[in-house]
Structures are given as structure tokens and as C-alpha cells.
């Protein structure tokens, strides 16, 4: 079994004279293990057990097939206490698992929304079609946390009629705003150390820049998943080692810390969705530089909430900082832009989507 994050009963709560549904929220709720990243699964579900929704969710376990048994097992022995399952739905192998919870919770008869995760997502769709329709064919809704997950299904209508889209979350209070009317090179990157990442480009950039600026520096935050003592070995080849840092994984005060200590967000993904890690670097106030993938395009205008460069070009992104370093103007509209985009990403504002979203799938149930 797995978390109940708020008391639950067979019937569900009333409050006033409306009754919150009883929600059971499956994925990889991996957060509470050390060094792993808190999802947005695990974040909405605890916010809407704040709210006095009766919530549990499953599996924190890592490992996938014991974490999948697990799931399973919950939802059997919680099948007359749930009115809504909510999955987070990832590409890949964590696919298989979506699948066959959902088929599960389909024989049981519970009421089902899928939420869509990934920038690889779109793609694992495209080359299985047919699969991925069956199995989000059993969704009373699909949440896409950007427009850009949301257009992408948009070809198959039959799901385009149930898609909903409700950006990720942000606890806004968690990140103090500072500032940047002016930027030196001091240049953060925080993503895990794999090649959906592109960790290396961050080095490239980083040789680049110190063509123009000796002392520019460079910290790299983020969970290990093969690609770090690549990383680590490029730096030492391009003479950098001295101007680069390796803190390991950022939980939430290094990341207050790491991030008041630096003045631009590189974001160098091949693939992208909603990166929650750059509306985390906005709202700390860092002017961010990202490669124009994925849903990226969709989360930043260009010149206003950020500057975009082709996917792959260290000598563009390169160009990019040297323009917020050398155009203070630009700095400080981007930093207080930013900071916007991110406070429309708070709880308070994305909870009323939840709340609407659930009210219209009971009523149809």
C-alpha cells in the first residue's frame, strides 16, 4: 500500500453543501525517496489534500514492477473509497504501467483523468498510434500541462474533445524574486545528466563565453543518469574545470541557494514539454536561454519571457548570454517577465481548473 495524504471515508466529504470527490492519484509519487525530484503528481495531490480532499496516491516505490504491483494492490483494496483516479501518464516503459492500472481501474468501474507528462510523449505517440489511443481512449479527460501536448493530440479528435490543459505548479511562495536590471556571467543549468538534457552544451556555451568573458562561471545542478562523468571530462578538455561546479542534486534550499547566487538559467534540452525547471529559474528572476524544443516555444515568447535558439547551437546560445550581459535593458524585462509568467503558474489560479475539471467529469460519470 501506499500514501493517504488525508483522511478518507467510504462516502465523500462534504463541505458546506457541495461534496469533494474521493481521489486516488497513480504514478511515480517517487519524491519522498532521497534524491529523487517531486513530481507534479505528488505536488498537486498533497495541495488538493490541503484544500480537505480526501486523497491517496500510489507508488513511491522506484523500482517499476514492484512499483506496479503495488499500484495494483492499492487499487483494488481502495476500489469502494476512490470517485476519481488520476494517472500520470509518461512515455517509455512507465507507459506499461499507465496501461495496465488504467485497464485495472476500468474493471473496477472507477472514473479515470490522465495526466500527460514528457517531451518524449508526442513521439512515443506518433510511433504507437494505435496503443497509446486504446489505452487514453479510457480517460473521461486528459490534462496536458501545456498547449503544446495539447495541440499534439489534437490529430486524433477523439481525444481532442476530452483535452483540458492546466499548467504545471508552482509554488510561488518557494521562490524569492530577485531582481536583475543587469546580469554578470554567472550561468546556472539544472536538468538530470541525461541526453534528453544535452548537458554537454552547457560546457561548449560556457567555452564559448569565456572568449569574451575570462571569469565567467558555470554551475550544473542535477540528478545523475549517466551522462555526469562525460560531462565532468568534457569540462577538463575544454581547460574549464576550474569554472565549473558540480553540486549534485538541488533539493529545495540549495536550490534557493544556487539560485540567488547566479544571474542566467541555460536551458539546452533536445526535448522539452513544460520544463517546471525554467519557470522555477523565472521566478527565482533569471533571465533564461533555452533551445526552442519541444513545448518550449510554447512557454516563452522570444525577447519577452526569455531568448530562444535553435536545438543544439552552443554558438547561439552563446550569443544569447552575451546579449543579456551586454544589453542590461533586455535583463531586466526578461527577469521581471519571467517572474510573471511564473506567479500565473500558482497554486490558487490552477486549483479553479482542477475544481472545474472535476465537477464536469462526475456530472457526466
Not at 48 to 60: D, F, I, K, N
Not at 183 to 205: C, G, K, N, S
Amino acid at each position: 500500500m501506499d500514501t493517504i495524504l488525508s483522511e478518507t471515508t467510504s462516502q465523500p466529504v462534504a463541505v458546506g453543501r457541495a461534496a469533494l470527490p474521493r481521489l486516488c492519484f497513480v504514478g511515480p509519487m517517487l519524491g519522498v525517496n532521497p534524491g529523487w525530484v517531486t513530481t507534479q503528481g505528488e505536488i498537486v495531490a498533497g495541495l488538493l489534500a490541503g484544500e480537505g480532499y480526501p486523497v491517496r496516491s500510489t507508488s513511491s516505490i522506484p523500482a517499476r514492477l514492484p512499483r506496479l504491483a503495488d499500484t495494483l494492490r492499492s487499487l483494488v483494496a481502495w476500489r469502494g473509497q476512490i470517485d476519481l483516479v488520476i494517472h500520470q501518464v509518461f512515455s517509455g516503459p512507465a507507459f506499461v504501467i499507465a496501461d495496465t492500472a488504467s485497464a485495472l481501474c476500468r474493471l473496477l468501474g472507477l472514473r479515470q483523468i490522465f495526466v500527460l507528462h514528457g517531451g518524449a510523449l508526442p513521439e512515443f505517440a506518433a510511433a504507437r498510434p494505435g496503443w497509446v489511443r486504446r489505452v487514453m481512449g479510457r480517460a473521461a479527460a486528459i490534462v496536458a500541462p501545456s498547449e503544446y501536448l495539447a495541440h499534439t493530440f489534437s490529430v486524433y479528435p477523439e481525444l481532442a474533445a476530452r483535452m483540458r490543459v492546466i499548467p504545471n505548479i508552482l509554488a510561488i511562495e518557494d521562490y524569492p524574486y530577485r531582481h536583475r536590471p543587469a546580469v554578470a556571467p554567472r550561468l546556472l543549468w539544472m536538468r538530470t545528466f541525461h541526453d534528453w538534457y544535452h548537458p554537454e552544451m552547457a560546457i561548449e556555451v560556457l567555452s564559448l563565453l569565456r572568449q569574451t568573458y575570462p571569469a565567467a562561471t558555470l554551475t550544473m545542478g542535477g540528478q545523475e543518469k549517466g551522462l555526469g562523468p562525460a560531462v565532468r571530462e568534457l569540462a577538463q578538455r575544454r581547460g574549464l574545470a576550474e569554472a565549473v561546479r558540480f553540486p549534485g542534486f538541488l533539493g529545495p534550499d540549495d536550490k534557493r541557494r544556487e539560485f540567488a547566487a547566479h544571474d542566467i538559467y541555460l536551458n539546452t534540452n533536445r526535448v522539452d514539454n513544460m520544463p517546471v525547471s525554467v519557470l522555477e529559474a523565472a521566478a527565482f528572476g533569471l533571465p533564461v536561454v533555452a533551445t526552442a524544443v519541444g513545448g518550449v516555444p510554447f512557454l516563452l515568447r522570444h525577447g519577452e519571457t526569455g531568448l530562444l535558439v535553435p536545438d543544439g547551437d552552443a554558438a547561439a546560445m552563446s550569443a544569447a548570454v552575451r546579449r543579456l550581459i551586454e544589453e542590461p535593458g533586455l535583463a531586466a524585462c526578461l527577469s521581471a517577465n519571467g517572474r510573471r509568467l511564473a506567479e500565473s503558474c500558482a497554486w490558487q489560479p490552477v486549483k479553479a481548473r482542477w475544481q472545474t475539471l472535476f465537477t464536469e467529469v462526475l456530472d457526466h460519470a
